[in-house]
């Protein structure tokens, strides 16, 4: 079928596989939403998107945004693939003959320095077989994304400088708008999703301004913006210009000049790429996210999110050398004088060296405590707002290549617990395309979040569809989901550890 858009006429093609309800898809890939970031455009707001004449047949993927290849460990691990600068391109999956049927938008993850939202853990078959249009982006990473630095500030209309990751996904999310209808999808019901730095993204989002009525519901994955982005050096000059002496160049123009090799190396040499990649621009996010949720002016829409019972495994370092005097200055850092013994004791016996209890703190602040307060916040302007907690224990493979799935860990495959991203294939119902020892467990809970998720998507509750009942997060029960092969809600998962955490990071 021949659809007509915006920029011009586009033919899709079949999605290469079966939906296991048996419905017909069909999968757009490689659409441009914006113009290319290219030359003059490095560290440019997205240009409108180009128009063509004729029909588009879109049955090629986008190159990937420029990042570093060969890199990553763990079940991240990547090898070489195409990159480019020129990768403002989206991909749709639409079921035959839909009308006015929910969107989803999914911003993928990778530390706002890495990724693509045509992996094939992202294939958009088994969600948009649930009567939902489904989306994948690629947004601009690392330097190419995220710097900030006065001379680019200074060039800008709006005195601001860095987020243009951000900012592409406000033009993918215009573009949806324009576009929608003619996939069958209603431009008035898109849901926003993303997990890890994607679901940064979403919290982000939903802190600006300037991406106000793009989206109707959001769903956040294992990562919020409420308690990441740093109060020093908020709009991150220093570390740009950091990274532009690492280069040694001092204008706009010769930094535009530079090879992306060239600019990948300075992020990581410098340290830029171990910082903060979003920053407070003054024009997408005015203030830091915290002030705005805590102020109540973010996106009034419902929001779903929640984190894995394994999140620090193999993603954040640990610190084998911390000494007991160093992880008593974390911990007051995190809970104050007084949380700090308490919060020491409710770690102690499981993790009783220091490092490795500083790591499972980290752990918990930076997910569990960070995704409770994203709830707390939105609940607290009283819209829709639901917890999960995933304790299922998926196997851990590669998941960014299914060529090479095999992943070796000394205790099993499941010996990595409910790793972050272990959610990604169950969420995508992708268990039959990617990774290896999947079990009819696996299966049932890849059910369950499938449902749950275009529930959501369709009617800002995820209850429905024969789904066991999830009550809605409040500030006071913390009514969480447990999510598994058996379903079941219950007031809080965490509670004593987040409640320290609480009483030095109130409200």
């Not at 802190?207 to 989206?215: I, V, Y």
Request: glycine content about 10%; proline content about 8%; overall charge negative.
């Amino acid at each position: 079928m021949v659809l007509e858009l915006a920029q011009g006429r586009v033919q899709g093609i079949p999605s290469p596989f079966a939906a296991s309800n048996g419905e017909h898809i069909t999968v757009y890939r490689g659409l441009p939403y914006a113009a290319p970031p290219v030359g003059d455009n490095r560290w440019r707001p997205p240009g409108p998107p180009p128009s063509w004449d004729g029909t588009l047949l879109a049955d090629t993927f986008s190159d990937s945004c420029y990042q570093a290849r060969h890199s990553s460990s763990f079940v991240w691990r990547r090898e070489d693939f195409p990159v480019s600068e020129d990768c403002l391109y989206l991909n749709v999956w639409a079921p035959a003959d839909g009308a006015n049927l929910p969107v989803m938008v999914w911003f993928h993850g990778g530390a706002h320095t890495s990724g693509q939202g045509h992996s094939l853990i992202f294939d958009g078959t088994e969600l948009a077989s649930q009567e939902i249009i489904l989306i994948t982006i690629n947004y601009r990473l690392g330097p190419f994304g995220f710097l900030a630095h006065p001379l680019l500030a200074a060039e800008s209309d709006h005195n601001s400088a860095g987020n243009y990751g951000l900012m592409d996904k406000i033009a993918a999310l215009e573009w949806v708008r324009a576009n929608a209808g003619a996939f069958g999808g209603d431009a008035d019901n898109v849901t926003i999703f993303g997990q890890s730095a994607g679901s940064q993204s979403v919290c982000a989002l939903m802190a600006s301004p300037r991406a106000r009525g793009l989206f109707h519901k959001a769903i956040g994955q294992s990562a919020a913006c409420v308690n990441t982005m740093p109060e020093q050096d908020a709009n991150g000059y220093a570390r740009g210009a950091r990274l532009l002496e690492t280069l040694a160049v001092d204008s706009v123009a010769a930094a535009r000049s530079l090879d992306p090799e060239t600019l990948v190396s300075a992020s990581q040499s410098s340290g830029w790429e171990a910082e903060s990649r979003l920053t407070v621009d003054g024009w997408l996010l005015e203030e830091l996210p915290r002030e705005t949720f805590r102020a109540g002016r973010q996106a009034p829409v419902p929001l779903m999110l929640g984190f894995l019972a394994n999140e620090g495994i193999e993603l954040f370092p640990s610190n084998p050398m911390l000494t007991e005097d160093e992880l008593h200055t974390f911990l007051t850092g995190v809970a104050g004088e007084s949380g700090a013994p308490l919060l020491r004791q409710h770690y102690i016996e499981e993790h009783p060296v220091p490092g490795d209890l500083q790591h499972a703190v980290a752990t918990d602040f930076f997910m569990a405590f960070g995704m409770r307060r994203w709830a707390e916040f939105q609940s607290a302007i009283n819209q829709p707002t639901f917890f999960y907690f995933m304790d299922h224990v998926p196997p851990a493979f590669h998941l960014y290549m299914p060529e090479q799935p095999v992943l070796t860990l000394a205790g099993g495959p499941r010996s990595g617990g409910a790793y972050h991203s272990g959610d990604l294939a169950l969420v995508y119902g992708s268990t039959d395309k990617v990774g290896l020892d999947w079990n009819p467990a696996d299966r049932v809970v890849s059910d369950y979040m499938v449902r749950y998720w275009s529930t959501f998507a369709r009617t800002g509750t995820p209850n429905g569809d024969q789904l066991p009942p999830w009550p809605a997060f409040d500030g006071s029960q913390f009514w969480t989901l447990v999510l598994n092969d058996s379903p079941a809600a219950q007031p809080g998962v965490r509670t004593a550890v987040l409640d320290i955490m609480a009483t030095q990071w109130p409200l």
